[in-house]
């Protein structure tokens, strides 16, 4: 009789322990379940931020560039803003005046200069 009080003690131990370790990994299914839902969250949050810049990248893209006169940069003196950088700097502008004038940065308007130096045809 000692032999079956004991084996139900230790079967006992054993059941409470594997539902013990079964508890635990319910609980640890709940936490990534809830962290997966969170991370879905912030993708869906991320992919509708992505659009939003995506959509004003394309607006820009398709907007001409316009000076502070409001004139278009591109139909102030020839086809492109960078024609009519080589003919401003052909009377003597410089970069930062050819800049703001046609609508591209100075780093751009500097290359142009040194480009247009360089070449057999200036």
């Given amino acids: 009789m000692e032999y079956i009080v004991w084996g139900l003690v230790i079967l006992a131990a054993v059941g409470g322990y594997l539902l013990f370790r079964a508890y635990r990994r319910i609980a640890y299914l709940e936490f990534s379940l809830h962290h997966l839902e969170e991370l879905q969250r912030q993708v869906s949050h991320l992919q509708r931020g992505l659009q939003d810049v995506s959509l004003i990248a394309q607006q820009q893209l398709q907007t001409p560039r316009v ?29 930062a005046d050819v800049a ?3 609508g591209i940065s100075r780093s751009e308007a500097e290359l142009i200069l ?6 057999p045809t200036s």
């Fill in 114 to 119: 040194s480009l247009y130096r360089n070449s």
């Fill in 100 to 102: 703001e004038r046609c």
């Fill in 67 to 95: 000076l502070r006169n409001g004139q278009p940069a591109a139909a102030a003196e020839g086809a492109s803003p960078y024609n009519q950088a080589i003919e401003l700097f052909k009377r003597g502008f410089s970069p």
